[in-house]
Nanobody, 122 residues
Framework: QVQLVESGGGLVQAGGSLRLSCVASGGTFSSDAMGWFRQAPGKQREFVAAITWDGTNSYHGYLVKGRFTISRDNAKNTVYLQMNDLKPNDTAVYFC???????????????WGQGTQVAVSS
């Protein structure tokens, strides 16, 4: 299994930006699709964005489309989530996951990081 470590979270005012990183070690990062999910207190983990193993295709959930961008650098074993125009409803713990399939389904992901907290103040 690939090991994943997220970073880059923090506290930001509404309208601000953050860039999350997820560094992979071991496993099959360069052949896995990657995704970002988020989980707010009392809510289920929800899909944010996914990217294919080679970075040629990506998909963003409707709540973040046009504001967030997923990307990856296989030479650095890293996937990124650039978050712009942040809103208080974006407050959550953000997780990256690795999957054999390019998927929006949380159940398709076989490895997860520990998460990084993002808090957006109004």
């Amino acid at each position: 299994q690939v090991q994943l470590v997220e970073s880059g979270g923090g506290l930001v005012q509404a309208g601000g930006s953050l860039r999350l990183s997820c560094v992979a070690s071991g496993g099959t990062f360069s052949s896995d699709a990657m995704g970002w999910f988020r989980q707010a207190p009392g809510k289920q983990r929800e899909f944010v964005a996914a990217i294919t193993w080679d970075g040629t295709n990506s998909y963003h959930g409707y709540l973040v489309k046009g504001r967030f961008t997923i990307s990856r650098d296989n030479a650095k074993n890293t996937v990124y989530l650039q978050m712009n125009d942040l809103k208080p409803n974006d407050t959550a713990v953000y997780f990256c996951g690795a999957s054999r399939d390019y998927s929006t389904d949380v159940n398709h992901y076989h490895s997860w990081g520990q998460g990084t907290q993002v808090a957006v103040s109004s």
